[in-house]
């Protein structure tokens, strides 16, 4: 099946069967990139796209936020202010549902409905804003706006308040010697355009082309996996009906049976292979941001 699949696509792809040096140049650039392996796949989790590596991880973020969280709070607390940060929640994993539902178990209880973590949730009830005096303090971090009518020697119980307040000093030595708070833009959009690259290539909808056959012998009729999971009817009620769960059911199956995530995961891994070689200085400097800043997080709990 693998192998039908990876020559259907080559010749949906159109790029196989000519002569690559009969092609002007600029689509031989365009043409999609080789896949030397499709691994067997049944869901994309704890696995790793290239870009990644030039990403802010979750873990990473989680030890940069954690650092943050104890400035703002030192600094608050030498202009006499028992604060902390509301929490920004965890950081999503580049691989959750990537390609989509592909665990059984969450199909068979919950169809296409997918659960809110518990951080997230707590996210969703609006803070109270801190009080005039504690937000003159707190600031607004680095690189926001100057308030034009703030005299430029603000202090606080004959404390001066640094730029940006809190933040902007928290933000300020985790950042120090070159470090990032934010994913590079760079890579941002590789990630991105990887995964309509793959959408797109020919490879991809051959395997959307066998599961929408498979989906059709179960009884569901979707020509991908996007269709299945958008599908209007799983919106109109808060928990998932027996039609979706059964549709989510068969969707799982027929992913297994065509191994559409090892083929998926298989071309999006060429497509950014090939992106990250052509801007790697770039994303090197950005990985070594990474690194500077997770250097300042780790010396600040040490101090």
Same mark, same amino acid.
């Given at each position: 099946?693998?192998?039908a699949l990876v020559a259907l696509g080559t010749a949906a792809s159109g790029c196989a069967a000519?002569?690559?040096?009969?092609?002007?140049?600029?689509?031989?650039?365009?043409?999609?990139?080789?896949?030397?392996?499709?691994?067997?796949?049944?869901?994309?989790?704890?696995?790793?796209?290239?870009?990644?590596?030039?990403?802010? /991880?979750?873990?990473?973020?989680?030890?940069?936020?954690?650092?943050?969280?104890?400035?703002?709070? /030192?600094?608050?607390k030498r202009f006499g202010f028992d604060y902390a940060p509301v929490a920004n929640g965890t950081?999503?994993?580049?691989?959750?549902?990537?390609?989509?539902?592909?665990?059984?178990? /969450?199909?068979?209880?919950?169809?296409?409905?997918?659960?809110?973590?518990?951080?997230?949730?707590?996210?969703?009830?609006?803070?109270?804003?801190?009080?005039?005096?504690?937000?003159?303090?707190?600031?607004?971090?680095?690189?926001?706006?100057?308030?034009?009518?703030?005299?430029?020697?603000?202090?606080?119980?004959?404390?001066?308040?640094?730029?940006?307040?809190?933040?902007?000093?928290?933000?300020?030595?985790?950042?120090?010697?070159g470090g990032i708070l934010q994913d590079d833009a760079g890579a941002l959009e590789i990630n991105?355009?990887?995964?309509?690259?793959?959408?797109?290539?020919?490879?991809?909808?051959?395997?959307?082309?066998?599961?929408?056959?498979?989906?059709?012998?179960?009884?569901?009729?979707?020509?991908?996996?996007?269709?299945?999971?958008?599908?209007?009817?799983?919106?109109?009620?808060?928990?998932?009906?027996?039609?979706?769960?059964?549709?989510?059911?068969?969707?799982?199956?027929?992913?297994?049976?065509?191994?559409?995530?090892?083929?998926?995961?298989?071309?999006?891994?060429?497509?950014?292979?090939?992106?990250?070689?052509?801007?790697?200085?770039?994303?090197?400097?950005?990985?070594?941001?990474?690194?500077?800043?997770?250097?300042?997080?780790?010396?600040?709990?040490?101090?």
């Amino acid at each position: 099946m693998i192998a039908a699949l990876v020559a259907l696509g080559t010749a949906a792809s159109g790029c196989a069967a000519t002569d690559p040096k009969a092609a002007p140049a600029a689509t031989r650039a365009a043409a999609p990139p080789e896949v030397d392996a499709i691994p067997a796949l049944t869901t994309a989790d704890g696995q790793a796209l290239p870009v990644a590596k030039y990403l802010i /991880s979750p873990d990473e973020d989680r030890r940069i936020e954690a650092a943050r969280t104890a400035l703002i709070g /030192s600094c608050m607390k030498r202009f006499g202010f028992d604060y902390a940060p509301v929490a920004n929640g965890t950081k999503p994993d580049l691989m959750t549902r990537r390609y989509y539902l592909t665990d059984a178990a /969450s199909a068979a209880a919950q169809g296409y409905h997918w659960g809110v973590p518990a951080d997230r949730a707590q996210q969703s009830a609006t803070p109270q804003p801190p009080a005039p005096e504690m937000q003159a303090v707190l600031g607004q971090g680095r690189g926001a706006p100057a308030d034009p009518a703030a005299p430029a020697d603000r202090t606080h119980n004959g404390l001066a308040i640094p730029p940006g307040g809190c933040l902007g000093e928290a933000d300020d030595i985790l950042t120090r010697g070159g470090g990032i708070l934010q994913d590079d833009a760079g890579a941002l959009e590789i990630n991105g355009r990887s995964f309509a690259d793959s959408m797109a290539d020919g490879r991809v909808e051959a395997a959307f082309a066998a599961w929408s056959r498979c989906m059709k012998e179960k009884g569901q009729t979707y020509a991908s996996p996007v269709d299945a999971v958008g599908d209007e009817r799983w919106f109109s009620s808060p928990a998932a009906t027996a039609p979706e769960i059964a549709a989510a059911t068969a969707d799982i199956g027929c992913k297994q049976q065509n191994n559409v995530v090892g083929i998926w995961f298989a071309v999006e891994t060429a497509y950014q292979d090939r992106a990250v070689q052509a801007d790697l200085k770039r994303l090197e400097r950005a990985r070594k941001a990474i690194d500077t800043t997770l250097a300042n997080a780790a010396a600040t709990k040490a101090s």
